[in-house]
């Protein structure tokens, strides 16, 4: 192999569309094109294909994460053309050049808009920049770096022009279909034919076409002006790279995935219900391996990006979304969701709680029925529980705010034991103020604390009181109506009625 494929991604560096030319000895020999520019008729979506979700993410975020632990991100190359500045912007972090191909004319015709990126340019110095392009399908997440790794160095030691990913699938239909031609156990690609070209005979072929291919750099752009439109859809298919190879005798493979599962593609809205499936699966897969419990694992939605340490429970019907990180020994019940959330060790959740972007520390309790928006930050061993909403505040070390409450835009020290029923005011109609309670206070059951306002360490707030200054440390404070009794009231006008009546 021309040089060693990296295992991780180096860190990431401006992108741009432009591709400059850097000088050779500091270029890397294989780069990867990954073709992500169609619309994606068949989904029937006014969005590109490529930025609807699977497994929490974007289809080709999956691709981009796979292709750069196989070469550093800066050697990536996402062909972009419909919705192109969607894509950069969902996928721009990653550190991916982007190429743009205006004009959507076929997976061959995005080749060639990758011209000079790949090959460089003719009248330039730069010479050519790669020796090796491997191709990847940005509506094709399942692949593995494994794969592609095996694929490359398949193409590299049979000295091949094109090399492609083929896989036998029961139902091939919709797939370019790999014909073979020679002798030999596996003899070499004479052409690749697309389901609309294909005869009835070449249409029974279950070896299909990836999508995948590794090409030999100088190979594919010294021929790909050979592509020509004359064909079902009226596009420059890259497939007919095999034909056009075969035809200039120079070699075409094919090597075969051992996992035809890896190559499925997303074309339409079942076959992307499919790979989601699968994905999910096979992350809770890796869970379970990883010494987590989850069980009915099938009706768990666990996000491909999702950490959960060992020991953890996970019970049916969880959610646990984008970047959330869950420790050791939790239980996580029933029906909870969990987005982008980070909770400690020994973390219980009860059933029903909704957790958004928020931190839980060890120990602490949540649920049932909690809502923590974003920005909440509960310490250890503190509960919120029954219908509790929280919003953009931090509840100390072993505070308990347990029922019908809504803490938002607070800061709650420790040991602090907020009343059913409490209300922080944190909105006068234009902006948002803050509460601050600090360490031992009791908030009495039903208050409004009307902020912005201070509740002093120990201080204790008389249930249904309504706060609206602050309150001293040791301090009680009362602010609701003083009760008066009226003796003998009820009687006498039972009585009055009873008269009334006759
Ligand atoms: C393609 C192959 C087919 C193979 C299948 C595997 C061709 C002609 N056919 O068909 O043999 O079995 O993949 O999944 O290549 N794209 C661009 N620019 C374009 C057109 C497409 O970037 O002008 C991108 C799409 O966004 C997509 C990828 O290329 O990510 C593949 O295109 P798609 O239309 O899905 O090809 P298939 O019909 O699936
Ligand atoms: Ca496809």
Not at 162 to 171: F, G, I, K, Q, R
Not at 263 to 274: D, F, H, I, Q
Request: proline letters at 3%.
């Amino acid at each position: 192999m021309a040089k060693t494929l990296k295992t991780k991604a180096k860190s990431s560096r401006p992108n741009d569309v432009a591709c400059h030319s850097r000088p050779r000895a500091a270029r890397n020999a294989i780069a990867v094109v990954i073709m992500a520019a169609g619309k994606g008729t068949r989904l029937k979506s006014k969005h590109t294909k490529v930025l609807h979700e699977i497994g929490g993410k974007p289809i080709l975020a999956h691709v981009i994460a796979t292709a750069t632990k196989v070469v550093p991100a800066q050697d990536v190359f996402v062909i972009v053309g419909h919705e192109a500045e969607r894509v950069r912007e969902a996928v721009g972090a990653t550190g991916v050049n982007f190429v743009l191909q205006a004009e959507q004319r076929g997976t061959g015709h995005a080749l060639m808009a990758a011209r000079e990126a790949i090959f460089g340019n003719k009248d330039a110095l730069s010479g050519n920049r790669y020796d090796q392009v491997i191709v990847l399908s940005g509506d094709a997440p399942l692949i593995t770096a494994e794969t592609i790794r095996q694929l490359s160095e398949f193409h590299s030691a049979q000295k091949a022009a094109m090399t492609l990913l083929s896989a036998d699938l029961d139902n091939p239909y919709g797939y370019g279909r790999v014909i073979r031609r020679g002798t030999g156990t596996r003899p070499p690609v004479q052409a690749i034919v697309e389901e609309k070209s294909a005869t009835a005979q070449q249409k029974k072929i279950r070896e299909i076409n990836s999508g995948f291919y590794v090409f030999d750099v100088p190979a594919l752009y010294e021929h790909i002006d050979r592509l020509s439109t004359k064909n079902a859809h009226g596009e420059y298919y890259l497939t007919d790279m095999a034909g056009v190879f075969h035809r200039a005798r120079k070699k075409v493979v094919a090597f075969k995935a051992f996992d035809a599962g890896e190559v499925l593609g997303s074309n339409t809205r079942g076959e992307m219900m499919m790979l989601d499936v699968r994905l999910r699966l096979a992350k809770c897969r890796e869970l379970l391996q990883a010494g987590v419990t989850i069980f009915y694992p099938h009706t768990c939605v666990i996000d491909s990006d999702v950490e959960v340490d060992a020991d953890t429970v996970i019970e049916p019907f969880v959610q646990l979304l984008g970047s959330t990180k869950i420790g050791a020994d939790c239980r996580i019940r029933s029906y909870s969701v969990i987005e982008n959330s980070i909770l400690g060790d020994r973390v219980t959740v009860k059933p029903g709680t909704i957790v958004e972007d928020s931190r839980v520390a060890a120990g602490a309790v949540l649920g049932p029925y909690s809502h923590l928006r974003p920005g909440s930050d509960i310490g250890e061993g503190a509960h919120v529980g029954n219908f509790v909403e929280t919003k953009k505040m931090k509840l100390g070390k072993g505070s308990k705010a347990n029922h019908l409450t809504y803490l938002g835009d607070a800061e709650i020290g420790e040991g602090v034991n907020v009343g059913a029923g409490t209300i922080t005011c944190n909105y006068d109609g234009v902006s948002k103020h803050k509460t601050v309670i600090a360490d031992g206070a009791f908030i009495g059951s039903n208050s409004t604390l009307v902020a912005p306002v201070k509740i002093g360490r120990g201080a204790y707030v008389g249930a249904a009181s309504c706060i609206t200054e602050d309150v001293p440390e040791d301090a009680l404070a009362l602010g609701r109506a003083r009760q008066s009794v009226k003796e003998g009231w009820a009687r006498a006008r039972r009585e009055a009625q009873k008269e009334k009546r006759g």
